[in-house]
């Protein structure tokens, strides 16, 4: 039995069936080869594996790709080429904010989705938001000032 | 890590998901987000051969207004909408604050108060929050409605009231009373809280009229504390009265084994922030 | 040297922001199948029977392996001792160890076949803990005496002793005499915790053999050392053995030497098509791990505050294969007395093989380990004594150019200086509180009490110093850096690349470093030991040098003036008349025509000597911090406010990339220091394997001041008076935590500082 899928994937329209128990990053990654998208923890802890469905940051490694039927889906490749993505690329590389990138494409896309959302407080309320994004090469005072920048308050 | 095969079913109605559950029996399970079952299914804690999706039943989700001042979550509503909500930060902002610390901006994406309270994980904050509120759970089978107190929801590990068919859906609290502190406090060690501590106040005059205080993620279920000595307590006599009454809930809570922390620790954690917390509840009260 | 010192931007950070860097996990090969291994459920234990009968009839099943398909070869690998198995023969020695391996056609289908793999078991007694392996009558984890790997650099290794598979010591002076005449005498027994790594890339390896040559693609820090591995166990030449080595996500040494590459490549072997093997994280987490620790440690003083002797053992915890046991406790003896000036040390440490997952490298290893007890000790000291924290380090601590081991290499780094530059940061004597003998009023009271700690320490660093590199320049000026560091994050490829900009005096825009594969990039030892800048790096330097070299050849001939009058410019050469040929130019001119290519080669090896540990390190890395911390007296939480750490690197090529590094380190820390423990069952088994319930930092644990100061005084033997760096800061923030929470009344002996531990000690001082 499998379950028929029709979704709109980075701006582009998919059609197909997909295995009930197939997980989101699975079919990202093996099934549409977007390999953008990490596997690290695989418990919903590490954020390594964050796409946006609705433009909501979720788990791909918790998630059903049955459950993107009639739902938008972006991953860090429907995120490149974006206005955002320019001005994240400019941020991150003036704070030297990308090490080993494992966490990268996770940390752009929640913070597209907090952006959306319009965060508001400055450099603590994003160090609350981003809590759930996990990195182990940086220490987080690099993106944190990357994101300050890029989602914080200008005024 | 990967998931078993298994059949999906995607019911819009609340009578197609309830008699798809009875037919299916003890090998089906409802989800909605299914963040807490589809991790505990990959970490093979759990397996079930058919999943009932409940995302597309309608009437299950949204926040409303109801008669009286109630507040009505549907129980398919995500923790980021229960969050954001204004009328839960109206009526309850302290739920709010408390939803905001909820696992991780994913999970309160996509996970659903009603399954937070449904899988009835012992290491969790809502379960306790509805308790120390006097929420109700409204729940349906075959059209017919019940409504079952917070406080009698969740009967064990992983294990709730709901009869086989049985879906929640939705929470209702109360209107709340004037005069009503509330405050909600959390420690974790690792991912989930270790302790967590609800207390609720509602002052008539200068006393304590009704307190509840509600320890959560230490036992196999919330504990409601005795919170009767803390009747009629003014503002002289009442720290050693929450004192009192902290360390009694202390006493009676039955810690569950933890990797990280021993039933003396996690103990002596609940003296501490029920006595916080029932501080920070009055004076939000008395206030 | 325009390249040189700049905080040029990172040469794969676009790649990395657009999801476009390539790690092994990503690449899908024709054909390729999918591993799942079965591991042991037992934690010592002979195997009686194997049955894969019903998984091989399992679906998409195409090769299952076991023992009995490696009865070709000597199957046992292990670079310090040669003791490991590429799965289990015959016997397991620890919970989780691999038994048979499956590769199907999809990860689904092996996962699921591995369930049908019949093991049978005959339990053997356990010893999972270090009390239990070194007991009279412990069981023994390994009953014949392992060989000697290949590649160490110990020297003869001693002989083994029941369960202790390597021992290291060293006195000097009369240690029973300077305790005899101590004022003060501390002493003290500590635990240190095993801790996990967590790369956020697991490992991962994909292997595929080709007539009778073999590839494979791994997320591995040491490539060369693999290849040598490989080669011994499979029986093949080097040069038959490819190492490619895509974008690590992170190392941290937890994919230093061999890990799943045996596995992979015999499963490949078997199933006659690519394989690959990704480890789940519950899985990295039995594959390696930090070495747990018990310590005794003893400290001597004079009344004025001289130390006078030190006395230290310690039993590293290597699990049930020694990985880089060995090293790892060579350099946790030689860093427990501390970069000091003693009268008369010893000390012991012993490698210890227990029924539990190996442990290995991880970063600042053996001085993460002893620093925050000799530093926590000498704290002790300066408090009996009345005496300032920091007068009692300048007094002691060793200045450069003296003896910091006999025959090795002098102390190179002013370690006084990078203390008290790491104390201002946190405002150290600012207030009464940090000078002692402190005043009654200034003692902590209350619920949150604030403690400031320092801690300097040293890294022997740089491991075995040999290194190649070629640099070619093409006939359009382009540069290409072929030098086989590894890129974890640590920005390999953008620093090389600054390197021999530098030399060259070309845009660092036409510089690349490329990956590492072993076909094509020359021999580089390791990357780890904080070596990649001093060693690699140097080579580097030398093969630009040498590309400069014939660039200024040809440019003496076209402008018809000699070589000391030619000077580099941005591109090109020029002379005094402002007369230039650019690079392009002069490449084309060499050869006649718009083709050919300039190489330079460059070497690094030991100078006299076997560049063995005894006679090294190459440099010590600095280990300083400071921190001030509160701590809540009713529930034992710290909140670590303020960290400053000391980045001395000699020349910091990329200051940038430095700092980044020192933060990383930092949080790493942190999470050694508070919450990270990995717990084990009675039978070995690791409890805590998933992030659920193994806690590493998050945003939410950064203190909220963190500063790196880099100090440059051109001290380094790399390039440009360059020494390495990324690794200090992990030995030396734990360490100053420690002291910080003791200086707020609450002295620990047992990492990490969890609350609990923490409330239970206050209630043992009944502070109140």
Redesign the interface.
Same mark, same amino acid.
């Given at each position: 039995?499998t379950?028929r899928v029709q979704a709109t994937i980075n701006g582009g329209h998919f059609e197909g069936e997909v295995?009930?128990?197939?997980?989101l990053l699975?079919f990202l990654?093996d099934r549409l080869?977007l390999?953008?998208?990490?596997?690290?923890?695989?418990?919903?802890?590490?954020?390594?594996c964050?796409v946006l469905?609705d433009g909501?940051?979720?788990?791909s490694c918790?998630?059903?790709a049955?459950?993107i039927d009639s739902r938008e889906v972006e991953?860090?490749?429907g995120l490149?080429g974006s206005d955002f993505?320019r001005r994240?690329?400019e941020a991150?590389?003036r704070h030297?904010a990308?090490?080993?990138?494992?966490?990268?494409?996770g940390m752009?896309l929640?913070a597209k989705?907090?952006a959306g959302?319009g965060l508001d407080g400055g450099r603590g309320a994003i160090?609350?938001?981003?809590?759930?994004?996990?990195?182990?090469?940086?220490?987080?005072?690099?993106i944190?000032d990357s994101l300050t920048e890029l989602l914080g308050d200008p005024a | 890590?990967?998931?078993?095969?298994?059949?999906?079913y995607h019911p819009h109605s609340v009578e197609e998901a309830s008699r798809l559950l009875t037919e299916l029996g003890d090998d089906a399970t409802a989800y909605c987000g299914?963040?807490e079952l589809?991790?505990a299914m990959?970490?093979g804690l759990t397996t079930y051969e058919h999943?009932v999706?409940l995302?597309r039943v309608d009437g299950l989700r949204g926040v409303a207004d109801g008669s009286g001042g109630l507040l009505r979550i549907g129980a398919a509503t995500t923790h980021?909408e229960v969050e954001?909500s204004a009328a839960v930060r109206a009526r309850y902002p302290e739920m709010s604050m408390m939803i905001s610390h909820v696992?991780?901006?994913?999970?309160r994406?996509?996970g659903t108060l009603g399954g937070n309270l449904c899988f009835a994980d012992p290491h969790s904050d809502p379960a306790s929050f509805l308790m120390a509120v006097g929420a109700t759970l409204e729940c349906q089978r075959d059209g017919q409605v019940r409504r079952i107190p917070a406080a009698g929801f969740l009967t064990g590990l992983y294990e709730t009231a709901l009869a086989p068919g049985e879906l929640l859906t939705a929470v209702e609290l109360p209107a709340r009373p004037d005069h009503t502190g509330l405050s909600h406090r959390r420690m974790k060690l690792t991912?989930r809280p270790a302790v967590t501590v609800t207390a609720q106040i509602t002052m008539r005059g200068n006393a304590v009229a009704e307190a509840r205080l509600i320890v959560g993620s230490v036992g196999i279920m919330p504990l409601a504390a005795d919170a009767t000595a803390l009747f009629g307590a003014t503002a002289a006599d009442f720290a050693p009265r929450s004192a009192s009454c902290a360390g009694q809930a202390a006493a009676d809570c039955a810690p569950l084994p933890d990797g990280e922390a021993s039933p003396d620790y996690l103990r002596h954690l609940v003296t501490v922030y029920a006595r916080e917390a029932l501080e920070e509840a009055f004076a939000a009260a008395a206030a | 040297m325009n390249a040189v010192g700049q905080?040029v931007?990172?040469a @794969?950070? =676009?790649?990395?922001?657009?999801?476009?860097?390539?790690?092994t996990? @990503?690449i =899908?090969l024709p054909g390729m199948l999918y591993g799942a291994i079965l591991h042991s459920q037992a934690g010592h234990a002979r195997i009686t029977s194997i049955s894969t009968a019903a998984a091989e009839k399992a679906e998409g099943v195409v090769a299952i392996l076991t023992a009995e398909d490696l009865s070709d070869l000597d199957p046992y690998y292990g670079h310090a001792l040669r003791d490991r198995p590429i799965v289990a023969l015959g016997k397991v020695r620890f919970a989780g160890e691999p038994v048979a391996v499956v590769a199907a056609e999809s990860?689904a289908a092996a996962d699921a076949a591995v369930a049908y793999i019949d093991v049978e078991y005959e339990e053997l007694p356990v010893a999972a803990s270090l009390d239990q392996a070194l007991a009279e009558d412990a069981p023994l984890v390994h009953d014949q005496v392992a060989r000697p790997g290949a590649s160490h650099g110990l020297g003869d290794l001693p002989d083994a002793e029941g369960n202790i598979c390597y021992s290291y010591s060293f006195r000097r002076g009369d240690v029973d005499g300077a305790f005899a005449d101590a004022s003060v005498v501390v002493e003290g027994e500590y635990t240190f915790p095993a801790v996990y790594q967590?790369?956020?890339?697991?490992h991962t390896t994909i292997a595929h053999w080709r007539g009778g040559e073999l590839t494979l693609w791994s997320s591995c820090q040491h490539p060369f050392l693999v290849r040598q591995e490989i080669a011994g166990l499979f029986g093949l030449p080097l040069d038959l053995v490819q190492v490619i080595v895509p974008?690590?996500?992170?190392g941290?040494g937890s994919k230093s030497y061999t890990k799943m590459e045996p596995l992979t490549a015999a499963i490949a072997r078997k199933a006659g098509r690519p394989v690959r093997i990704?480890n789940?994280?519950n899985e990295s987490m039995i594959t390696t791990r930090r070495h747990n620790m018990k310590c005794r440690m003893r400290t001597a003083a004079a009344a004025d505050g001289t130390l006078l002797g030190r006395s230290a053992e310690a039993w590293m915890d290597t699990g049930a294969y020694a990985d880089n046991g060995p090293r790892v406790t060579a350099t946790a003896g030689d860093a427990a007395p501390g970069p000091y000036r003693w009268r008369a040390v010893e000390s012991a440490a012993h490698c210890v093989y227990t029924n539990t997952s190996p442990s290995g490298s991880y970063r600042a290893f053996g001085a993460t380990h002893l620093q925050w007890i000799g530093e926590s000790q000498l704290d002790e000291v300066a408090r009996r004594l009345s005496m300032d924290r920091l007068e009692i380090r300048r007094r002691n601590l060793l200045r450069p150019g003296e003896e910091v081991r006999p025959g090795g290499k002098p102390l190179d780094a002013d370690l006084i200086g990078d203390v008290e530059k790491a104390a201002a940061e946190v405002g150290w004597s600012d207030s009464s509180a940090d000078v002692y003998p402190r005043a009654p009023e200034a003692a902590p009271r209350g619920r949150h009490r604030r403690g400031r700690g320092v801690s300097v320490g040293l890294l022997a660093a740089g491991a075995q110093p040999v290194s190649m590199a070629t640099v070619r320049m093409g006939p359009d000026g382009s540069v290409t850096v072929l030098v086989g560091t590894t890129e974890?994050?640590?920005?390999a490829r953008t620093v090389m690349a600054q390197i021999a900009a530098g030399v060259l005096n070309s845009p660092v825009s036409k510089v690349v470093m490329r990956g590492t594969d072993t076909r094509y990039t020359p021999y580089d030892r390791s990357t780890g030991a904080s070596r990649s800048t001093t060693v690699a790096g140097l080579a580097v330097q030398r093969a630009a040098q040498s590309v400069l070299d014939a660039l200024l050849e040809t440019a003496t001939v076209k402008l018809e003036t000699p070589p000391g009058l030619l000077r580099t410019a941005e591109g090109r050469i020029e002379d005094q008349g402002g007369r230039s040929i650019t690079h392009g130019e002069l490449v084309r001119a060499r050869f006649g025509f718009d083709g050919g290519e300039l190489i330079g080669h460059g070497r690094v090896q030991p100078e006299g000597g076997s560049g063995s540990y005894a006679e090294g390190p190459v440099f010590w890395e600095v280990c300083v911090a400071a921190v001030e911390a509160e701590v809540d007296m009713e529930t034992g939480v710290i909140t670590v406010l303020r960290t400053s750490t000391v980045a001395d690197v000699g020349k910091a090529i990329n200051p940038?990339?430095v700092a980044?590094q020192?933060?990383?380190?930092?949080?790493?820390g942190l999470g050694n220091a508070l919450f990270e423990e990995m717990h084990f069952a009675p039978d070995g088994m690791v409890l805590n394997d998933?992030?659920?319930d193994y806690r590493?930092?998050?945003?939410?644990d950064?203190p909220a001041s963190?500063t790196c100061t880099i100090v440059e005084n051109g001290d380094g033997p790399g390039p440009f008076g360059a020494k390495g760096c990324g690794e200090g800061a992990l030995a030396a923030v734990p360490a100053a935590i420690v002291n910080a929470l003791a200086d707020a009344g609450v002295p620990m002996n047992a990492l990490p500082l969890t609350p609990e531990r923490v409330w239970r000690r206050i209630q043992e001082l009944k502070i109140s």
């Open positions: 039995m379950e295995a009930p128990q197939e997980l699975d990654r080869g390999t953008g998208t990490k596997q690290s923890c695989e418990v919903e802890v590490c954020g390594a964050t469905v909501n940051p979720v788990s918790c998630f059903l049955a459950d991953t860090i490749e490149v993505h994240a690329v991150f590389m030297a990308v090490q080993c990138g494992f966490c990268t494409p752009l929640t989705a907090l959302r160090a609350v938001a981003m809590n759930g994004n996990l990195c182990r090469c940086t220490g987080y005072h690099s944190l | 890590m990967k998931l078993p095969p298994f059949r999906l299914g963040t589809l991790l990959k970490l999943l999706d995302k980021h954001t696992a991780n901006v994913r999970v994406s996509v991912e | 905080s931007e990172r @794969d950070g =676009r790649l990395k922001l657009a999801g476009q860097a390539e790690y996990g @990503d =899908r990860q967590y790369s956020m890339e697991t974008f690590l996500g992170g941290f990704l789940s994280v974890l994050g640590q920005g940038q990339l980044r020192d933060e990383g380190a930092l949080l790493q998933t992030l659920l590493i930092p998050a945003f939410e950064m963190m």
